[in-house]
């Protein structure tokens, strides 16, 4: 079955640590998203990429960082330096150029202690 | 100002019901519409995707948007405890990196 797979679906961390989230797809989609998602608050994007070894900014991409080495790949490093990274991580993936479906991984949620 | 803004709910409505959910938005630029539903725990999933404004239907979801007072709505009719789940709403243009999500409306329905 085609999508997308995060992991781990849970990750405890101590404050001060990277964390790296991981995204793969099968879906042959060019294009990769990163989301946090935040009681009360909307899906934010942090990064996305259109084509491998290409990535762009989102809104709220500071503390964060991606690559893209391969088109089925797209991982998260959650730094040291975001201020508050306890939250719901969801990857995505669409067909570039295509303003449509986003199809989304069942998530991943970082609890920083 | 949120560029989407929804009613975070909770609704509760008793199995059968028809539902209204409904979404204002503020980006001129908005060119299509989409409803995601997501399950506690899970990613969203599209429900409904409209293109400009109008009505489209989809089984017992029906999606209206009204571009003029900038207005989205999801109607689901004979309602069932299988549709208790959070409803984003979301509007875009040019690309799916410029789509906006609402907050989220979370639906209960009660057997």
């Known amino acids: 079955d085609g999508g997308i797979t995060q992991s781990p679906k849970y990750l405890f961390r101590k404050e001060g640590q990277n964390v790296t989230l991981s995204c793969e797809q099968n879906?042959?989609?060019?294009?990769m998203y990163w989301y946090r998602q935040d009681p009360g608050q909307g899906l934010r994007l942090i990064y996305y990429?259109?084509?491998?070894?290409?990535?762009q900014k989102g809104d709220i991409a500071e503390g964060y960082s991606v690559s893209r080495e391969k088109k089925e790949s797209f991982p998260l490093t959650v730094t040291s330096a975001q201020k508050n990274p306890t939250a719901f991580y969801l990857c995505?993936?669409?067909?570039?150029?295509?303003?449509?479906?986003?199809?989304f991984g069942e998530g991943s949620r970082l609890t920083v202690l | 100002q949120k560029e989407v803004e929804q009613d975070p709910g909770p609704l509760s409505v008793p199995e059968g019901a028809i539902v209204s959910l409904n979404c204002t938005y503020s980006?001129?630029?908005?060119?299509?519409f989409m409803w995601y539903r997501q399950y506690s725990r899970k990613g969203p999933e599209l429900l409904m995707y409209?293109?400009?404004?109008g009505n489209k239907e989809d089984g017992r979801f029906t999606a209206q948007v009204d571009k003029s007072s900038k207005y989205i709505s999801l109607f689901i009719r004979d309602s069932q405890p299988s549709d208790s789940a959070t409803y984003l709403c979301?509007?875009?243009?040019?690309?799916?990196?410029?789509?906006?999500f609402g907050s989220g409306t979370r639906l209960s329905i009660r057997p």
């Open positions: 979301a509007g875009g243009y040019s690309s799916a990196s410029k789509i906006i």
């Open positions: 980006n001129s630029a908005f060119q299509y």
């Open positions: 409209t293109y400009s404004s």
């Open positions: 990429s259109q084509i491998v070894n290409d990535f």
């Open positions: 995505a993936s669409s067909i570039e150029g295509y303003t449509g479906e986003l199809f």
């Open positions: 879906l042959n989609h060019d294009a």
